[in-house]
């Protein structure tokens, strides 16, 4: 199945987003790091646009139709519902470890299914329920890794933002769903992406210019480039899975979500994190209570 393919391919590229993400906050100022990143992602596709604009492209995947007034509108909630995860995500990425960070993350297809059967009315099956529950019982054991590195889960601000964006994340993977029903995948990603970048450019000169002399200074980064890059790339993977007709959207997201995988021995290779064996212990947890998403929603 072709969705399949894709969908393991965007958590591919994904676990790369988070390795340059995390180099990239590094002693770093958060605002302009997802600036740049949404800028950049922007003029990635702005080109196709103006192609498409001009009728250069005007068939075949990359081709960007035109949409009303009403279909806009939806793209700038989606723009606001990603820009939210993404800020509280960036900071908690900056603060805490990425071993830390991507297994709460990867939680995120439980809070899609979970948000599937509130707001959609499905039902779980055994599988779906233990895997639930495996996840759940994951998540507890990674906060007491945290507590040895003097990561409190329950009263640190950094961490409720990471568990913060992937609630935001996870209504934006419904909501995603819900827009690939009529809307065409490049549509999607192209606009929101110039949306995203317009709101940023916002709060750059409303909220971080003012005290940026207070604050963390910002420092270029090529990493910072490939943020944007890999992250189209993903996304474009992840849309086009989207699309397809039989694709499931619980099965799409815990897949992407085994980008933690590539997050977690970046993690431990080349950024050299603590207390690896207990968190792996929590992550191959996670990884199980995924698979047994999977078997329950096949």
């Known amino acids: 199945m072709m969705w399949v ?3 393991f391919t965007s958590a591919a ?32 596709f702005l080109p196709f646009i103006v192609m498409s604009q001009a009728g250069i492209i005007d068939e075949g995947m990359f081709h960007v139709p035109t949409a009303g007034v009403k279909e806009h509108l939806f793209l700038v909630l989606k723009a606001i519902i990603v820009l939210s995860s993404w800020i509280c995500g960036y900071f908690a990425m900056k603060h805490l470890p990425i071993t830390i960070v991507a297994p709460i ?7 899609v299914l979970l948000g599937a059967l509130l707001i959609f009315g499905e039902q779980l099956n055994l599988y779906q329920w ?29 961490v409720m933002l990471v568990v913060a964006a992937a609630m935001l994340g996870a209504v ?6 819900f827009l690939m029903s ?18 940023m450019a916002m709060v750059m000169v409303l909220l971080w210019m003012p005290i ?21 790339a993903a996304d474009f993977c992840y849309f086009s899975a989207l699309a397809e007709e039989d694709a499931l ?20 290779l080349i950024l050299r994190e603590k207390n690896l064996k207990n968190k792996a212990i929590d992550l191959l947890l996670i990884l199980i209570g995924l698979f047994f998403l999977y078997l329950g929603s096949k």
């Open 172 to 177: 934006s993977a419904l909501y995603d769903k």
């Open 5 to 7: 393919a894709l969908a």
């Open 13 to 44: 590229l994904l676990g790369c987003y988070d390795l340059f993400k995390k180099v990239s906050l590094k002693e770093n100022a958060v605002i302009p790091v997802l600036f740049l990143n949404t800028l950049f992602s922007a003029l990635l």
């Open 249 to 268: 959207i619980a099965v799409v997201s815990m897949i992407r979500r085994g980008s933690v995988i590539v997050s977690f021995t970046f993690g431990a």
């Open 212 to 232: 940026r002399k207070k604050s963390t200074p910002f420092k270029w980064r090529w990493s910072i480039l490939l943020i944007s890059l890999f992250l189209g």
């Open 130 to 158: 233990i895997g639930v529950t495996v996840a759940i019982a994951s998540f507890l054991l990674l906060s007491k890794s945290g507590k040895r590195e003097g990561i409190d889960f329950s009263h640190n601000r950094w």
């Open 182 to 199: 009529f809307l065409n995948p490049m549509l999607v990603q192209s606009w929101f992406n110039i949306y995203q970048a317009t709101m």
């Open 105 to 111: 993350q990867a939680t995120r297809p439980v809070m």
